[in-house]
């Protein structure tokens, strides 16, 4: 009963691309294992979800050994392969930018990641991008010596069912951070929508309900119109979305797609030209 139940909810899930997939039913099985001596195993640590990031690590740190590679690299390598795909979409993106010392000391990994954050197009150029804003000004590439991640910080105004910031400006491209603070009693997320599909995405998450596959989902509607997602954060609890403003000017919208608080828990991204 118990494995149809969690089959039926991951493939009622989004993509990882949206939100990162429940662990593996072996996890527990796979984080006992040594993956010095388990390349499979190191393999696989890398690219599941609900590995811990010293364990993630140590992975890497296998993996580089046994290519006679730097373990920087073998993050990088991994998260490129994985950016959008596997459960660790995320999380290795986050272990990326904790180790942006190391990127600093291997000149060939630090030139791969100025190349991805000056890339507009390549979904690893906002992991890529932080990573290298990470580093001090001194040890960046020249090129980038000035960049910056912007941070929006925002709240939910308790029992109103509102973000405290309800419009935000940015340049196409800009890197910018959504760091919520849920400061009200119950579950919010927030999605990033295109112009004018924000009553589609509600109306789906509407209809996704209160039901184990909708949790499992995050309240997130498997949608094209969704640009970018911060899965449900609890209450007193804080989250972080990551992206670049959309290349495309125009009015954008951020909204909480928990059922029933997308008419009111909303707000506005306004992306300008680009002055470059």
């Known amino acids: 009963m118990f494995v149809a139940l969690l089959v039926t909810t991951l493939l009622a899930a989004p993509p990882a691309r949206l939100v990162p997939p429940l662990p593996p039913a072996d996890i527990q099985a796979l984080l006992a294992m040594d993956p010095s001596k388990d390349p499979a195993a190191a393999k696989r640590m890398l690219s599941e979800a609900g590995v811990p990031a010293d364990q993630r690590r140590k992975a890497a740190e296998a993996i580089a050994k046994a290519g006679s590679g730097t373990t920087v690299a073998a993050v990088l390598d991994a998260a490129?392969?994985?950016?959008?795909?596997c459960g660790a979409t995320r999380d290795l993106a986050d272990l990326l930018v904790s180790m942006a010392a190391d990127a600093a000391k291997d000149p060939a990994t630090l030139e791969r990641l100025t190349k991805l954050a000056q890339a507009t197009d390549d979904p690893m150029r906002v992991t890529a991008y932080r990573t290298i804003a990470a580093l001090?000004?001194?040890?960046?590439?020249?090129?980038?010596?000035?960049?910056?991640?912007r941070v929006i910080a925002l709240k939910a105004v308790p029992g109103a069912m509102q973000y405290d910031v309800k419009e935000v400006k940015a340049k196409a491209g800009e890197i910018l951070d959504f760091a919520f603070e849920n400061t009200d009693t119950i579950q919010h997320n927030l999605l990033m929508v295109a112009p004018g599909k924000m009553s589609e995405v509600g109306v789906a998450a509407d209809k996704m309900g209160e039901t184990v596959e909708g949790k499992a989902a995050q309240f997130v509607p498997d949608l094209p119109s969704v640009i970018a997602v911060m899965g449900l954060v609890d209450p007193q609890k804080s989250g972080h979305l990551y992206m670049a403003a959309p290349q495309k000017p125009g009015t954008y919208q951020y909204v909480c797609t928990y059922p029933g608080h997308w008419r009111m828990m909303n707000g506005k991204l306004k992306v300008e030209k680009s002055e470059k």
């Open 136 to 149: 001090p000004a001194d040890q960046r590439p020249a090129a980038l010596k000035d960049i910056a991640v």
């Open 80 to 85: 490129i392969q994985c950016t959008g795909t």
